[in-house]
C-alpha cells in the first residue's frame, strides 16, 4: 500500500494575483489557495492483489474547518456527493464505488485533508491557509493514503454474492458528456462564487475574472485527461480496441458489458456499433442482470422502469439473441422492451442519428414513444429538429 499518489491541477502565472490578499481581497486570495493546493484525486497503483488501481476524485473541500466538527455532518454529506471512487479490479472491470463511501469514510477524509489544510504539527499557518511546504503536504497526504487505503480496503475485501452490482454502468471517462466521471459543477463552488463576488464588487476586472477562468477550463482540462489515462491505462486493452470501434466512446458500462464475458464480446460490440443511442440502455439492463434485485433503493433504475417485471424479462430475451447473434430477434426485444414498434429501433439502427446522441433510458424512453407517435415522414430531418425533439420528450417532472 505504499504505491500511491495525488493528482495536483498545475499552476498558472495568474495565481500569484489570485493569492494575493491586496490584489484580490482576502476572502477570495484564502478560497484561491484552498483550491491551488487541493488535490483533485487520490490515486493507489496496484493496491492488493485483486486490484489494479483505486482513483478517488475530490472536489474542493473549502469549508474544512466546519466539515471536521461532527455538528455540521450534512456539509460532509453534501460534499460526498461530488467524491468518486473508481477501481479496476484483476481481470480488468471497472467499477463504481460512490456506494461504498460511507459517512465514516467521508469523515475520515475530511479530517485528514482539514489536518493538512491547517498545518496542523508544522507551526502556525497564517488564516488556515494550506501550508506551502512540501514536505509537511507529503506527510499529511502520506497518512491520508494510508489511512484511507486501510478503510476501503478492509470493506473492498469482504465481497459479496451481489459485488457485481458496483460495476461501473453509466460513468464516462469524455469530461463534455453527460454521465462523464469529472463532475464539475460540484467542485469548487465556493472558489467560483468568491470570484464573481469580487468581480461584482470590483475588487477584480473583467479582463482579470476572464484569465482566472481561462486558468480554470485549462487546468482541469489538463487534470480530467490525466486521470481518465491512468483508467484508461487499467483497463483491458481488447475491450477497449472493441469499444472503439462501436463508436460509442470511452462509456465505462459498455466496456464492462464487453469485458465481463469476452467469448460474447463480439456478438456485444456488433450491437452497439448498430445502435450507440442505446449505450447507457444496454450497459443498464445488461450487466449482471440476475443481480439487479440487489441493487437497493436507487431512483434512477425507478424513473427508468428498468426493474419492473416487464424490463426484466425483456432484457432477459434481449440478452440471450444479442449473444446469439439474432439480430431481428434483438430489435424485436428492444421495441417490445419500450412498447414501440419494431420498425422505430429499425429506423435508428439504419440511419444512425447522431444527433440523438446516447440519452439516458429514462429519456430514451421518452424519445421512442414520441418516435413511434410520428408518421414515418414526420420524423426530424435535421440536428435541429432532433435538439427540439429531445427537449419535447423530457417529462414535466424532470425539468
Not at 418516435?371 to 414535466?396: F, I, S
Request: neutral net charge.
Amino acid at each position: 500500500m505504499t504505491q500511491h499518489e495525488s493528482i495536483q491541477a498545475d499552476a498558472y502565472p495568474i495565481d500569484a494575483e489570485l493569492r494575493d490578499d491586496g490584489t484580490a481581497g482576502p476572502e477570495l486570495a484564502w478560497l484561491a489557495s484552498s483550491y491551488c493546493d487541493s488535490p483533485r484525486a487520490l490515486v493507489f497503483r496496484n493496491p492488493s492483489s485483486d486490484w489494479r488501481l483505486f482513483v478517488v476524485t475530490l472536489p474542493l473541500a473549502s469549508r474544512l474547518s466546519l466539515m471536521a466538527n461532527p455538528v455540521f455532518a450534512q456539509l460532509t454529506r453534501a460534499w460526498g456527493l461530488n467524491v468518486r471512487f473508481v477501481g479496476v479490479d484483476r481481470d480488468g472491470l471497472a467499477y463504481d464505488f460512490r456506494a461504498l463511501l460511507s459517512d465514516r469514510t467521508l469523515a475520515l477524509l475530511v479530517e485528514l485533508l482539514a489536518r493538512r489544510e491547517s498545518g496542523a504539527g508544522a507551526g502556525t499557518v497564517d488564516r488556515g491557509r494550506p501550508p506551502r511546504g512540501e514536505a509537511h503536504g507529503d506527510r499529511a497526504l502520506d497518512v491520508l493514503f494510508d489511512a484511507l487505503a486501510r478503510e476501503m480496503l478492509t470493506v473492498l475485501e469482504r465481497r459479496d454474492d451481489d459485488w457485481r452490482r458496483h460495476l461501473a454502468r453509466e460513468l464516462r471517462l469524455e469530461p463534455n458528456l453527460a454521465g462523464n466521471l469529472f463532475d464539475h459543477g460540484g467542485r469548487y463552488p465556493d472558489f467560483l462564487a468568491a470570484l464573481r463576488g469580487a468581480l461584482r464588487k470590483g475588487l477584480v476586472d473583467v479582463e482579470f475574472y476572464g484569465r482566472a477562468l481561462r486558468s480554470i477550463d485549462l487546468r482541469e482540462a489538463a487534470v480530467d485527461a490525466r486521470i481518465a489515462a491512468l483508467i484508461e491505462s487499467a483497463l483491458d486493452p481488447v475491450a477497449l480496441a472493441k469499444l472503439a470501434r462501436t463508436g460509442a466512446g470511452r462509456h465505462l458500462g459498455c466496456y464492462n458489458w464487453l469485458r465481463i464475458e469476452p467469448a460474447r464480446a463480439a456478438p456485444r460490440a456488433h450491437l452497439l456499433a448498430s445502435l450507440p443511442a442505446f449505450a447507457d440502455f444496454f450497459a443498464e439492463a445488461l450487466i449482471a442482470p440476475e443481480n439487479a434485485g440487489g441493487a437497493g433503493f436507487d431512483l434512477k433504475p425507478l424513473a427508468a422502469r428498468s426493474q419492473s417485471a416487464h424490463s426484466l424479462h425483456w432484457a432477459g430475451v434481449l440478452r440471450r439473441a444479442i449473444d446469439a447473434g439474432q439480430d431481428r430477434a434483438a430489435i424485436e426485444a428492444i421495441a417490445q422492451r419500450f412498447a414501440v414498434g419494431d420498425n422505430v429501433i429499425r429506423r435508428i439502427w439504419r440511419e444512425q442519428p447522431a444527433a440523438l446522441g446516447q440519452p439516458p433510458t429514462w429519456h430514451l424512453a421518452q424519445v421512442l414513444r414520441r418516435l413511434h407517435a410520428l408518421g414515418e415522414r414526420d420524423w426530424p430531418a435535421t440536428d435541429a429538429a432532433w435538439r427540439t425533439l429531445l427537449a419535447q420528450a423530457v417529462p414535466a417532472e424532470a425539468l
